[in-house]
């Protein structure tokens, strides 16, 4: 079945360090894949996505490139800042049972000090 | 747009009692998902909308919990009777169903059942 798999955290930086949040997954056909960020006390919101094989999303210096032949979509920022400490979701949209669902990974604390 | 808007923001209950949380979905989608996040078990999709009609419902912990679409508008999700253990987060979220977009989520109604 389809499933997303993203690194346990916390993961602990100090400011300006690099960033990697390692996510796979497994699924069927030709999903669509997404970073989520939740920050405290709200909602998930949208990161960036990346809809197609070898296709690089980007926003707020955060990247991620979706590599097919490793199932994989890991993000990366070359240097964090303390109001990046959120937690953060991999996911995917793929068509399931004749319809289009949302997985989404268990997420991945991430606390940077100053 | 004003986003997905759910109602109320926090409710206190107590065990027993019927709780009803609200959602107005992203005027325009037509798929509807709530979710409940919790700490112990993080994010987990209880039920899923496509044009108003319930797709995926495998995620409804059990009969105390139901979900209603009566209109593309207005979604509600409720728990009767109310136990400790529901107290989570409950979050809506929309997005057009046609191809693999992303979802957009509110901001989450925090449910304590004491």
């Known amino acids: 079945g389809n499933s997303v798999t993203q690194m346990e955290g916390p993961v602990t930086l100090s400011e300006e360090a690099f960033l990697t949040i390692n996510c796979t997954y497994t699924?069927?056909?030709?999903?669509?894949l997404f970073w989520y960020v939740q920050y405290p006390g709200e909602g998930l919101q949208l990161l960036l996505k990346?809809?197609?094989?070898?296709d690089k999303g980007s926003n707020k210096g955060f990247e991620a490139t979706y590599r097919k032949e490793t199932t994989s979509f890991h993000l990366e920022k070359g240097s964090v800042q303390v109001s990046d400490s959120a937690v953060y979701f991999c996911?995917?949209?793929?068509?399931?049972?004749?319809?289009?669902?949302?997985?989404f990974g268990s997420g991945t604390r991430l606390l940077v000090r100053p | 747009d004003a986003g997905v808007i759910q109602s109320p923001r926090h409710e206190v209950t107590e065990m027993g009692q019927e709780v009803t949380l609200r959602c107005k979905p992203i005027?325009?989608?037509?798929?509807l998902f709530w979710y409940r996040q919790t700490m112990m078990r993080g994010l987990e999709l209880l039920i899923y909308?496509?044009?108003?009609?319930?797709?995926?419902d495998s995620g409804m912990p059990e009969d105390r919990f139901s979900a209603k679409m009566p209109n593309a508008s207005f979604s509600t999700l409720k728990i009767q009777p109310s136990e400790p253990r529901d107290s989570a987060v409950y979050f809506c979220?929309?997005?057009?169903?046609?191809?693999?977009?992303?979802?957009?989520f509110g901001q989450g109604t925090r449910l304590t059942v004491v």
């Open positions: 979220a929309s997005r057009r169903s046609t191809g693999n977009t992303e979802a957009f």
């Open positions: 699924a069927t056909g030709y999903p669509s």
């Open positions: 990346a809809t197609k094989a070898d």
């Open positions: 996911a995917l949209s793929a068509v399931m049972d004749s319809s289009y669902k949302l997985i």
């Open positions: 005027s325009g989608h037509n798929s």
């Open positions: 909308f496509n044009n108003n009609v319930p797709i995926d």
